[in-house]
Nanobody, 123 residues
Framework: QVQLVESGGGLVQAGGSLRLSCAAS????????MGWFRQAPGKEREFVAA????????HNIDSVKGRFTISRDNAKNTVTLQMNSLKPEDTAVYYC????????????????WGQGTQVTVSS
């Protein structure tokens, strides 16, 4: 059983930056593909970014490419989402998730979830 705890959310003006962190415990972190998802009010949870077991491969959705960067530190059991040039449409609850499956992007494919952290971008 893997436990995930996100931190780093908050309120920021458009154009600003935030760094989300997710601390994992209870499992062998390097065996999991890690992902970030987000859910805006009234919308379904959507995939944002994922990173492979060793960190050598990552993928972002088009709307955040060039602005968001996912990274991981297997020695510290953490995964990070660096968010730059934030836009009001990035406002959502952001979730960290883990999967033992191969590189996947669907919410249904992830086994473990954090409680979420709120990101609010004001215009």
């Amino acid at each position: 059983q893997v436990q995930l705890v996100e931190s780093g959310g908050g309120l920021v003006q458009a154009g600003g930056s935030l760094r989300l962190s997710c601390a994992a415990s209870g499992g062998t972190f390097s065996r999991y593909v890690m992902g970030w998802f987000r859910q805006a009010p009234g919308k379904e949870r959507e995939f944002v970014a994922a990173i492979s077991w060793g960190g050598g491969r990552s993928h972002n959705i088009d709307s955040v490419k060039g602005r968001f960067t996912i990274s991981r530190d297997n020695a510290k059991n953490t995964v990070t989402l660096q968010m730059n040039s934030l836009k009001p449409e990035d406002t959502a609850v952001y979730y960290c998730a883990a999967t033992s499956r191969a590189y996947v992007y669907s919410t249904a494919d992830y086994d473990y979830w954090g409680q979420g952290t709120q990101v609010t971008v004001s215009s």
